[in-house]
Structures are given as structure tokens and as C-alpha cells.
């Protein structure tokens, strides 16, 4: 299996833009998790799925960011409007297991100037 | 919020040496997991320890587990060079969500 993969890498874009970052879980994972990582906070939860639906969604910091799994092997982060606060790595993981190993993307860095 | 709370923030030591590094955390857990982060990637998953465990071994790692004291340790023996990175503990409290600590950057000498 490839693994978990996010694209894109790297995304530049301005303040107010929209950004959609996007991953593919592990097949056969039916978790998948979004996280996100700054200097200031760490590694923080922002949202999980079971089975393409939102379990727990109480780490998106503000309205301006949605996440979706429209299908098993596909979710989306979207954030509009970018704002340069939202500058940092985002990690999508999955798991077929919750209370075990999660699988970790390589990430998106994401800088909004 | 941060369940975990890595001890040294940082680390740096000789090639072959063995390398130590604590994590606290606050509530009871069902698990607690170490991962490693290399320098602009992921997170790899090393070891996992069960609440009802209290050592495991895997590789050159060994992770200890006090839960009377909320803390575990875990020791890289003989560190090669490869295992520079930052080293994260993750509890697991019930909810499936995993709470990272801020990690400890480890650098190791040639």
C-alpha cells in the first residue's frame, strides 16, 4: 500500500483565499483524522471520521474551516477564507483501529500571506 | 489541550549513546503510543503500550509505563545518527481521539 497521501505538498496562497487540501487514507481504514501542527500549539486534533461521517468535529477552530468524505477513499479540508493564522503543517491519518497505530500523510505545509 | 507533556524539550547526544525521554500526562488512558517525526515529514507510529503493561520492548527502543504516576520513559539504546528526530508521546482516553505532547527534539553527533 502507498499510504496515506495528501496533495498538495506545499500551498502558497493569499489572505482571504480559499485553500482545499486533500487526502487519501490507507484502504480498508474506516478512521480518518485530520490534524494540524504549529510551533505555538503542537499537534492538534481538528476533526475525525468513522465511515465517511464526522464523529467529532470540536477541534475545527472556527467556521471558516470544513472538512467532507464524500467516499472511503477521499476527504477534504477547505478553509475559507485563508488567513495568515492558518499557516501550518495539516496532517491526515487513518486507522482501522482507533485505539491503535494511526497511519500519518506526510503532510501540507500551508503558508497564507 | 495537550494531555502529554514531553521531558527534555530537547536532547543531544554522542552516537551510541543511549538516549532517555519522559512523557506526563493527566488523566487515565487506555493506551499510550510513541511516534517519531523526521524533519518536514509525518509522524511514524514506534511503539504502543497498554494501560495494563507496564514494559515493552521493540527494536533498540524500550518504553516503560507507570500509571500511578501518569508517566512513561522511553529509551533509544545505542542512537545512530538516523534516529535524530522529534519524539512525540500520544494518549488515548476513551474518546479515540489521540492527545500528542509538544515532543522532544532529539540530535544526535556524529
Known amino acids: 500500500d502507498a499510504g496515506v497521501i495528501q496533495s498538495p505538498r506545499h500551498e502558497v496562497t493569499e489572505m482571504g483565499q480559499e485553500v482545499t487540501l486533500r487526502c487519501k487514507p490507507i484502504s480498508g481504514h474506516d478512521y480518518l483524522f485530520w490534524y494540524r501542527q504549529t510551533m505555538m500549539r503542537g499537534l492538534e486534533l481538528l476533526i475525525y471520521f468513522n465511515n465517511n461521517v464526522p464523529i467529532d468535529d470540536s477541534g475545527m477552530p472556527e467556521d471558516r474551516f470544513s472538512a467532507k468524505m464524500p467516499n472511503a477513499s477521499f476527504s477534504t479540508l477547505k478553509i475559507q477564507p485563508s488567513e495568515p493564522r492558518d499557516s501550518a503543517v495539516y496532517f491526515c491519518a487513518s486507522t482501522d483501529n482507533p485505539t491503535d497505530t494511526q497511519y500519518f500523510g506526510p503532510g501540507t505545509r500551508l503558508t497564507v500571506l | 489541550s495537550q494531555q502529554g507533556e514531553e521531558d527534555p524539550q530537547a536532547l543531544s547526544i554522542q552516537e551510541g549513546e543511549n538516549a532517555t525521554m519522559n512523557c506526563s500526562y493527566k488523566?487515565?488512558?487506555?493506551?499510550l503510543q510513541w511516534y517519531r517525526q523526521n524533519s518536514g515529514r509525518g509522524l511514524v507510529h514506534l511503539i504502543l503500550?497498554?494501560?495494563?503493561?507496564r514494559e515493552k520492548h521493540s527494536g533498540r527502543l524500550r518504553v516503560t509505563l507507570d500509571t500511578s504516576k501518569k508517566s512513561s520513559s522511553l529509551l533509544i539504546t545505542a542512537s545512530r545518527a538516523a534516529d535524530t528526530a522529534s519524539y512525540f508521546c500520544?494518549?488515548?482516553?476513551?474518546?479515540?481521539?489521540?492527545?500528542f505532547g509538544a515532543g522532544t527534539t532529539v540530535t544526535v553527533r556524529a
Open positions: 488523566t487515565s488512558i487506555n493506551n
Open positions: 503500550i497498554r494501560s495494563n503493561e
Open positions: 500520544a494518549t488515548d482516553a476513551n474518546d479515540y481521539k489521540l492527545s
